[in-house]
C-alpha cells in the first residue's frame, strides 16, 4: 500500500472517527514524553537520544514499563522508582496536555486531511517544547525555530492544503510570507524598541558601592548574571563614578563603560578579560536592555512558516495583548516588577495555538458580521 493509500481520507474513514480520536490522544502522549526529554535536554546542550530516560537524580535507567505516558507519573506518585525523590509535574502536565492538542487537531482538521491534522499536530509539540524551555530559561533553541523554519517551508510546498491553496508554488509563496511577515515585523519591533527603551536608568544613594566579578553586576539588592545583561557585542553598561578601584590602581571622578568586549575607565580602555574584580562608587547606572529577544524573532518565523502570513499577523496582536494582561495581573499581584524579565515566547504559541483553532471562525465574526 502507497503513501498515498495511507493518508488518503476515504480509507481513514473505514475505520470509525474515534477509533483515531483514541489513536491521536495515545499518541500525543507518548510524543509528550519525549518532548519532556527535549524541555530538559536541549537547553544544556544534551543529547535528546543517548542516554535513555534516566532519574536525574540518581541516574537510574527507567525500564519501558516504568516509562508509560500519564500512569507511571500517577502510579509512582511523581517520585523516582529507585530513590523516591520527586518527579515534577511538568512531566504529567506536558505528556496530557500533548496528548490534548493531538486529540484536538484530528478532532479539527481529521474531516478534512489526516496530513493536515498530523502536521498541525507536528507544530504544536513544537509550541509546546518552545513555552516550556522559554519559561525556565528564557531562550528557544535554535533546533526549534531555524528547524521549525525549514520543516514548516517544506510542508508548505508539499501541502499546500495546510495553508487552503491548491498548488505547490502557492504554498510556498504562503509559507515563505509567513516567515517574512512574522521574522520581519518582530524583528522591527525589536530594534525599535531597542531604539526607545533600550537603556534603563537605575538611580542609587550617593556613593552605593557596585561590584563587577567574572561573572556578574552585584548591585545592593541583587545580582545579575551578565548573560541577563548583554545580549548583543554592542551593548554598554554606562555609569560615573566618584571612586573606581581595580586590583593595582584606583580613579577618582571618572565615567566607565563596559561591553562584552571593552572597558573604558574615563580615556583608558582595557580588556574586561584582564580585570577579573572592579568595584566603584556611584548615584546612577545604566544597564542596556531589550524589548525582546533574537529567539522570538525566529520563533515568530517558524510559526509562520505553518500558519501563514495571515496568522502570523495574528499572533503577534494577540500575544501582545495576552503578554500585557499576563504581565499587569502579575505586578498588580506583586508577583513581578515593571522591569522585570518576562519570556514572550508562551504568548507568541497561545496566540498561534487560537488561530490554528480558531482562525476562521475569528475572520468570519471580524470582518463578515
Known amino acids: ?26 499518541f500525543g502522549c507518548i510524543v509528550g514524553s519525549f518532548l519532556n526529554v527535549c524541555i530538559y535536554r536541549m537547553p544544556l546542550d544534551l543529547s535528546v537520544v543517548m542516554p535513555p530516560s534516566h532519574c536525574p537524580h540518581c541516574k537510574y535507567s527507567i525500564p519501558f514499563y516504568l516509562n508509560i505516558p500519564l500512569v507511571t507519573w500517577l502510579v509512582l506518585r511523581g517520585r523516582c522508582k529507585n530513590c523516591a525523590a520527586p518527579i515534577s509535574a511538568r512531566y504529567f502536565i506536558v505528556e496530557l496536555l500533548t496528548g ?33 524551555i522559554d519559561f525556565e530559561h528564557f531562550i528557544i533553541p535554535d533546533e526549534i525555530t531555524f528547524g521549525g523554519m525549514a520543516v514548516g517551508l517544506l510542508i508548505s510546498i508539499l501541502l499546500p492544503r495546510l495553508h487552503g491553496v491548491p498548488t505547490h508554488p502557492e504554498g510556498f509563496v504562503q509559507g515563505f510570507l509567513g516567515i517574512v511577515v512574522g521574522a520581519g515585523i518582530v524583528y522591527a519591533i525589536l530594534r525599535l524598541g531597542k531604539l526607545l527603551f533600550g537603556q534603563q536608568k537605575i ?16 548591585l545592593p539588592d541583587k545580582e545579575i548574571p551578565y548573560e541577563d545583561i548583554f545580549y548583543r557585542k554592542t551593548d554598554t553598561i554606562i555609569l560615573h563614578a566618584q571612586f573606581v578601584e581595580l586590583v593595582d590602581r584606583v580613579y577618582k571622578d571618572v565615567s566607565v563603560r563596559l561591553s562584552p568586549s571593552a572597558l573604558q575607565i574615563g580615556d583608558e580602555k582595557l580588556n574586561p578579560d584582564d580585570v577579573p574584580h572592579l568595584e566603584v562608587e556611584c548615584s546612577e547606572i545604566i544597564l542596556p536592555r531589550e524589548a525582546m529577544g533574537l529567539g522570538d524573532v525566529k520563533f515568530m518565523g517558524a510559526i509562520g512558516a505553518f500558519i501563514g502570513w495571515q496568522g502570523a499577523l495574528f499572533s503577534l496582536m494577540a500575544s501582545s495583548m495576552i503578554g500585557a494582561a499576563v504581565g499587569i495581573l502579575l505586578i498588580v499581584l506583586r508577583k513581578r516588577e515593571w522591569s522585570s524579565r518576562m519570556p514572550y515566547g508562551p504568548y507568541i504559541a497561545l496566540a498561534a495555538l487560537i488561530w490554528v483553532f480558531f482562525g476562521p471562525k475569528i475572520v468570519t465574526a471580524v470582518f463578515f458580521r
Open 1 to 26: 500500500m502507497g503513501i498515498d493509500a495511507i493518508f488518503n481520507a476515504h480509507n481513514w474513514e473505514l475505520v470509525p472517527f474515534h477509533f483515531w480520536s483514541l489513536c491521536f490522544f495515545a
Open 203 to 218: 538611580p542609587l544613594p550617593a556613593a552605593t558601592k557596585i561590584v563587577f566579578t567574572e561573572t556578574m553586576l552585584c
Open 100 to 132: 490534548v492538542l493531538f486529540l484536538s487537531c484530528w478532532l479539527t482538521f481529521g474531516h478534512l486531511s489526516p496530513w493536515v491534522a498530523l502536521v498541525f499536530s507536528l507544530f504544536c509539540a513544537g509550541l509546546i517544547v518552545a513555552t516550556f
